[in-house]
């Protein structure tokens, strides 16, 4: 057999291998009572998406302890000092991206705090760059170019559970020390395996064959959500329900930092802005100022001190 050949004959090895574990998955299943969708009217392909959403929060609730415990590892080596790093390809590339982007206007974290990376680079979020997701070693790469440690954790995101990017990235984390998490849709999968924290989160075949963006990537948003935002209650970013570390960084935002301040103290709007100017516009520091009748350089050696927490600071400025 000549090279060529052979690699003919290796190519198509590979692409049926392939083509027989995508069959075996239960997101890429096919579903033919759908086969007529397109005859349908548009009022009735709304019904039909809108039903197969609904089921996507059940299928979450069945892996919430694994959430859970994810989250509470998680928050540990964050309070240690360590990041919280997202990595996929497409949809849920793009996922973790925009949760790590919404974290810093959010709970006034370091943007390099929560990151996330994407096969194929920035480039990535807005086109296809092809055969990205294909390469463990590309994944490896991003996550040195980050300067990954053992304090860190990462999160594999993959509807699939196979993709080898984010397997890859969780095995290089893995092998550094870092935390690992692998979400994904199908039962088990590669990527759960991988990871010290499997979450399999199996919403079944999709309304339209293999398009992971729908309930899958419905799941993995929901996922992330609870990742991100329950780690930052944990690590004292709220108080109560209240975002006490919004960064008020724009006019909307300096409004709901007054609203905060004013839903945590039922102060009015004279000590609120008084508080606010002594404490240079930290809503935390001025709730802290306002319950805990203390100066702004108290509340924030205060807050320093009890590492961000309000409810203990506020226990400290009260003992």
């Known amino acids: 057999m000549t090279p060529a050949a052979d690699a003919d004959?290796?190519?198509?090895?590979?692409?049926?291998?392939?083509?027989?574990?995508?069959?075996?998955?239960?997101t890429e299943a096919f579903r033919p009572e759908l086969a007529d969708i397109d005859r349908l009217p548009t009022l009735g392909i709304a019904r039909l998406m809108n039903a197969e959403d609904t089921t996507v929060p059940a299928a979450?609730?069945?892996r919430l302890p694994e959430i859970a415990a994810a989250i509470d590892a998680l928050a540990a080596r964050m309070a240690r000092g360590g990041r919280?790093?997202?990595?996929?390809?497409?949809?849920?590339?793009?996922?973790?991206?925009?949760?790590?982007?919404?974290?810093p206007p959010t709970f006034n974290t370091d943007p390099a705090q929560v990151t996330g990376v994407i096969a194929g680079g920035p480039e990535a979020m807005v086109t296809s760059v092809e055969g990205a997701e294909d390469s463990k070693e590309l994944a490896?790469?991003?996550?040195?170019?980050?300067?990954?440690?053992?304090?860190?954790?990462?999160?594999?995101?993959s509807a699939s559970g196979r993709t080898p990017y984010a397997v890859g990235a969780i095995e290089h984390a893995r092998a550094l020390?870092?935390?690992?998490?692998?979400?994904?849709?199908n039962a088990h999968s590669a990527l759960g395996a991988?990871?010290?924290?499997?979450?399999?989160?199996?919403?079944?075949?999709?309304?339209?064959?293999?398009?992971t963006r729908l309930k899958a990537g419905t799941a993995q948003k929901l996922v992330l959500n609870m990742l991100s935002t329950i780690t930052m209650i944990r690590l004292g970013k709220t108080y109560g329900n209240l975002m006490v570390d919004v960064r008020a960084s724009n006019d909307k935002l300096r409004a709901r930092s007054r609203r905060i301040v004013a839903l945590a103290t039922g102060a009015g709007d004279e000590e609120i802005e008084a508080a606010l100017a002594a404490t240079?516009?930290?809503t935390k520091?001025?709730?802290?100022?306002?319950?805990?009748?203390?100066?702004?350089?108290?509340?924030?050696?205060?807050?320093?001190?009890?590492?961000?927490?309000?409810?203990?600071?506020?226990?400290a400025a009260l003992h």
């Open 9 to 26: 004959a290796h190519a198509s090895a590979n692409h049926r291998a392939l083509k027989d574990e995508l069959e075996s998955l239960t």
């Open 60 to 62: 979450v609730a069945e």
């Open 84 to 103: 919280l790093v997202y990595a996929g390809a497409g949809t849920p590339g793009r996922l973790g991206v925009l949760d790590a982007s919404e974290c």
């Open 140 to 157: 490896a790469g991003d996550l040195d170019a980050l300067g990954l440690t053992a304090l860190d954790t990462v999160v594999g995101v």
């Open 177 to 185: 020390g870092a935390l690992t998490i692998g979400l994904s849709c």
């Open 194 to 211: 991988a990871a010290e924290h499997g979450i399999e989160i199996v919403v079944g075949p999709e309304l339209l064959t293999g398009s």
């Open 280 to 282: 240079d516009g930290e």
């Open 285 to 315: 520091n001025a709730i802290l100022v306002v319950l805990g009748s203390v100066d702004g350089p108290t509340a924030a050696r205060l807050l320093t001190e009890n590492d961000g927490h309000l409810r203990a600071a506020l226990a």
